[in-house]
């Protein structure tokens, strides 16, 4: 486990190199009010990339697809603990988990799913806002800092840190393209290699 973690962790970091650069801006909170306001709009898109979680004890990755809708979304995680695909559906009063194996398990939300079936810690429910790079509505901020680029740089809420490490420009504006999430000892990585928005 400990050897994939580091495999894993230098092919992260690696990515690193590929993330489009941003330029420093004079007005960064102008630049993040238009952000912002882009980014509420924002209620459909699909994102792919890879996700690794490490504890104390334990450490794991996987490819991830993620398809959001206005009100519901799906997350395909291939790679976890070894098998095949896991896909994760979620709508507002329930959440479905299929295995590859054909199992499906159900639960109120996901982060409780995924941490009965799979042993993860990942806030998904807050982790749809934080993957676009803005807070999550709902949840009280405890620390909020912009880069020099007027884009989200730091976040601390509903108990986790969030460090934005690189943004990438799309079609229609810039989105994340490295973020880590901290809590205790739980560590996330998440690279975001494609983003698609509908036009």
Not at 115 to 132: F, H
Not at 138 to 166: K, M
Request: some cysteine; overall charge positive.
């Amino acid at each position: 486990m400990r050897i994939g973690w580091l495999v894993w962790t230098v092919l992260l970091l690696g990515g690193c190199s590929n993330l489009d650069s941003v330029s420093q801006v004079s007005d960064p909170q102008s630049v993040w009010a238009r952000q912002l306001a882009w980014l509420k709009g924002l209620q459909q898109w699909r994102a792919s990339g890879r996700v690794a979680v490490r504890s104390a004890s334990d450490g794991e990755s996987a490819s991830l697809l993620w398809r959001q809708g206005p009100a519901a979304y799906s997350l395909r995680l291939h790679g976890p603990f070894g098998q095949g695909a896991v896909l994760i559906e979620g709508k507002p009063d329930s959440v479905t988990l299929r295995r590859a194996d054909g199992k499906v398990s159900h639960a109120a939300n996901a982060q409780e799913l995924l941490r009965r079936e799979l042993g993860w810690s990942l806030p998904v429910s807050v982790l749809r806002y934080w993957i676009l790079g803005r807070p999550a509505s709902g949840f009280r901020i405890d620390e909020f800092r912009l880069n020099a680029a007027g884009l989200l740089g730091r976040l601390s809420q509903a108990g986790w840190q969030v460090r934005y490490l690189g943004y990438r420009e799309v079609d229609q504006g810039v989105l994340p393209a490295k973020i880590e999430l901290r809590r205790a000892d739980v560590r996330v990585r998440v690279v975001l290699s494609q983003w698609q928005i509908p036009g």
